[in-house]
């Protein structure tokens, strides 16, 4: 095979459907987190997030034969992490870079221990009911959007119009400019009446919310099971499209998009190009190698809310 077969085959419509199906769940941690630290908090532990709302989305698909169960326990799992690290990092004023990373020590932990548990067994979760696909027949006829989108999860169409629903947050309503001074500005917030560690808390549960539901994507949509460090890096990698997209609605949705390109790029590229002349080894690293660029080279310009890490301290203002 030469070159030309060789990328005629790689970049394909496949390959572009797999992106819209890899990126669902970076997009709903990268969107969450975007919402975290929009209000002036750093939560590095939603990788952590991600893997306690796999379990739980398994879980509760698994023993209420339901995956709208399992993706509501998800959410609500999630929500659980994000009030234990909100507690932590904002009402005791933690450092939110430590506690992000002792929150997602524990969820690899606790996931490993409850599956053990649970099932008697490490590893694997049992097959569990998975989320319908949506088929739709006005994009049957449709060339390229139609077998792009037809057949993805059902939560694809509401997840790929979350960056037009958080712009309209963002800028069109006053919840929206008072999360965004509580990043930037959290004691000109106070001073107008508003509570900035409330603010806060609210922003970091939600976007914990949709951390947890992006895990359970992994777990009841993509797959139909949970296994262990099933979320493989991509809660980190949404932290990178963060920062990557300057913290803004559509530039961290086409982050997430490139990212889940890139990952969907690395399992075209072991199909099509033999271990023989390039190891697939170095494939499976480009999404990592690619996270590990932006941390380096984006993270100084991300565009963030100048007070983010900082914790508020109510008797300065």
Same mark, same amino acid.
Not at 88 to 100: K, M, V, Y
Not at 265 to 276: A, R
């Given at each position: 095979?030469?070159?030309?077969?060789?990328?005629?085959?790689?970049?394909?419509?496949?390959? @572009?459907?797999?992106? =819209?199906?890899?990126?669902?769940?970076?997009?709903?941690?990268?969107?969450?987190?975007?919402?975290?630290?929009?209000?002036? =908090?750093?939560?590095?532990?939603?990788?952590?997030?991600?893997?306690?709302?796999?379990?739980?989305?398994? @879980?509760?698909?698994?023993?209420?034969?339901?995956?709208?169960?399992?993706? @509501?326990?998800?959410?609500?799992?999630?929500?659980?992490?994000?009030?234990?690290?909100?507690?932590?990092?904002?009402? *005791?004023?933690?450092?939110?870079?430590?506690?992000?990373?002792?929150?997602?020590?524990?969820?690899?932990? @606790?996931?490993?221990?409850?599956?053990?548990?649970?099932? %008697?067994?490490?590893?694997?979760?049992?097959?569990?009911?998975?989320?319908?696909?949506?088929?739709?027949?006005?994009? %049957?006829?449709?060339?390229?959007?139609?077998?792009?989108?037809?057949?993805?999860?059902? #939560?694809?169409?509401?997840?790929?119009?979350?960056?037009?629903?958080?712009?309209?947050?963002?800028?069109?309503?006053?919840?929206?400019?008072?999360?965004?001074?509580?990043? %930037?500005?959290?004691?000109?917030?106070?001073?107008?009446?508003?509570?900035?560690?409330?603010?806060?808390?609210?922003?970091?549960?939600?976007?914990?919310? *949709?951390?947890?539901?992006?895990?359970?994507?992994?777990?009841?949509?993509?797959?139909?099971?949970?296994?262990?460090?099933?979320?493989?890096?991509?809660?980190?990698?949404?932290?990178?499209?963060?920062?990557?997209?300057?913290?803004?609605?559509?530039?961290?949705?086409?982050?997430?998009?490139?990212?889940?390109?890139?990952?969907?790029?690395?399992?075209? *590229?072991?199909?099509?190009?033999?271990?023989?002349? #390039?190891?697939?080894? *170095?494939?499976?690293?480009?999404?990592?190698?690619?996270?590990?660029?932006?941390?380096?080279?984006?993270?100084?310009?991300?565009?963030?809310?100048?007070?983010?890490?900082?914790?508020?301290?109510? %008797?300065?203002?």
């Amino acid at each position: 095979m030469n070159w030309t077969e060789a990328l005629k085959a790689i970049f394909t419509l496949t390959l @572009l459907t797999s992106t =819209v199906r890899v990126s669902i769940s970076i997009v709903l941690a990268g969107m969450g987190e975007m919402l975290t630290e929009r209000s002036g =908090v750093l939560n590095i532990g939603v990788e952590g997030t991600m893997l306690v709302g796999a379990l739980a989305g398994a @879980l509760g698909s698994y023993f209420s034969g339901s995956p709208w169960i399992g993706l @509501l326990a998800a959410g609500l799992s999630g929500m659980l992490i994000g009030l234990l690290f909100s507690f932590i990092a904002i009402s *005791l004023r933690s450092n939110q870079s430590i506690t992000g990373l002792a929150i997602y020590l524990l969820c690899v932990g @606790l996931t490993g221990y409850l599956l053990q548990i649970i099932f %008697e067994h490490g590893g694997n979760s049992p097959m569990v009911d998975t989320l319908p696909t949506l088929h739709m027949k006005f994009l %049957e006829n449709v060339p390229v959007l139609g077998p792009i989108f037809n057949d993805q999860s059902i #939560i694809t169409i509401p997840v790929l119009l979350l960056p037009v629903l958080f712009y309209i947050i963002f800028y069109r309503t006053p919840w929206g400019s008072w999360l965004r001074a509580a990043g %930037e500005n959290p004691k000109a917030l106070a001073v107008v009446g508003k509570n900035p560690v409330r603010i806060r808390y609210v922003a970091t549960l939600c976007g914990s919310f *949709l951390a947890g539901i992006g895990g359970a994507y992994l777990s009841i949509s993509q797959t139909s099971l949970f296994s262990e460090n099933m979320v493989a890096g991509r809660g980190f990698i949404a932290l990178s499209a963060v920062i990557f997209g300057g913290v803004q609605p559509f530039g961290v949705f086409l982050a997430c998009i490139f990212f889940g390109f890139m990952d969907a790029l690395q399992k075209t *590229l072991q199909t099509v190009i033999p271990d023989t002349l #390039i190891p697939r080894e *170095l494939f499976m690293s480009l999404p990592y190698v690619l996270t590990l660029l932006v941390l380096a080279g984006f993270i100084k310009k991300s565009g963030g809310p100048a007070d983010i890490g900082n914790p508020y301290l109510k %008797e300065s203002r």
